[in-house]
């Protein structure tokens, strides 16, 4: 039997999942879609790195713990939740950047900053939990999780976002059949391919130059500028969703009580989850601040 802890989170990740989809689907055909391909994406691509890295790799590799639902296949041990949280997060990040009309070269930046936010409080508790354990970690990292880590988890959401967004304004505008539902799929080789190479640039250029905590400062602290940049004239009167909103503050707040019930786990986690938490949730609510709901107009 798995302990308390990792069922509990395997739990929480499908109402979330639950949450958001229900949430896709009163959107429209295209944000459900979306949502099932983040699915499938998610979990396929985390088989393979796991068929392909592990025990004996030379570099960094991570292995997941004890979990309830499992993909048991070989080298693979694949907890399902994994996927389930992957197609929250990506929905909830990209949605929300979607309403923010922003220019099209800042959305994708937007939409990976704001998964970021959310894993920065994940993986850390993981690895404080035994949900999944990091191997061979340099001597810099974040409370036990390599900083290129982070660097993936922004370039996943912001090239499958980004192609996904290129390929519905593409083919709404030509008027293609059907593109709410072949879109999501047709946008995975194309960020499949962006990631493989920028992260060969990143292994073989950035970090042996600057290092990996420089590699990740450079990164995001582009990032970072351009968001601040895009967000001073994004859109802030779209009706809130609750749903969307609500997902970081409950990611976030699940973590602190996963954390607060295993103290002494690192403590200073207690600091680092509520301040994602408060980030998360400002940023998550921007496309909705200028309305009454959150004026206090009647």
């Not at 979330?16 to 896709?24: L, N, S």
């Not at 030379?58 to 992957?86: M, N, S, T």
């Not at 850390?124 to 035994?130: K, N, T």
Request: hydrophobic share 55%; proline share 7%; with cysteine.
């Amino acid at each position: 039997m798995p302990p308390i802890a990792n069922i509990a989170v395997e739990l929480f990740a499908a109402a979330c999942c639950g949450m958001c989809w229900i949430d896709a689907w009163r959107q429209g055909r295209r944000w459900l879609a979306l949502c099932v391909v983040a699915l499938g994406f998610s979990l396929g691509a985390e088989a393979f790195y796991l068929a392909t890295e592990g025990p004996g790799s030379p570099g960094v590799y991570y292995e997941y713990g004890d979990f309830l639902a499992v993909i048991d296949a070989g080298p693979v041990h694949l907890p399902i939740w994994i996927g389930l949280g992957w197609s929250s997060i990506l929905y909830a990040s990209i949605w929300t950047v979607d309403q923010l009309a922003q220019r099209w070269w800042i959305r994708p930046i937007t939409a990976g900053l704001l998964a970021v936010d959310i894993d920065l409080s994940l993986d850390p508790l993981a690895e404080q939990l035994g949900w999944w354990t990091w191997h061979q970690v340099g001597e810099v990292h974040y409370f036990g999780v390599p900083f290129d880590n982070f660097v993936g988890w922004w370039m996943i959401v912001a090239f499958f976002g980004g192609a996904w967004w290129a390929l519905g304004d593409l083919a709404a505008r030509r008027g293609w059949r059907g593109w709410e539902l072949w879109t999501p799929v047709a946008a995975i080789p194309i960020a499949l391919g962006l990631i493989a190479a920028c992260q060969w640039l990143l292994v073989h250029a950035v970090y042996p130059a600057v290092g990996e905590p420089g590699g990740f400062l450079l990164v995001f602290g582009s990032a970072l500028l351009s968001v601040a940049f895009g967000l001073k004239g994004a859109r802030r009167d779209h009706p809130p969703n609750l749903a969307v909103m609500g997902l970081p503050v409950l990611f976030h707040g699940f973590l602190l009580a996963m954390l607060v019930l295993h103290l002494p786990a690192n403590a200073a986690l207690v600091v680092a989850i509520p301040a994602h938490l408060v980030l998360g949730a400002i940023v998550f609510a921007w496309p909705s601040l200028d309305t009454a709901a959150f004026r206090g107009r009647p």
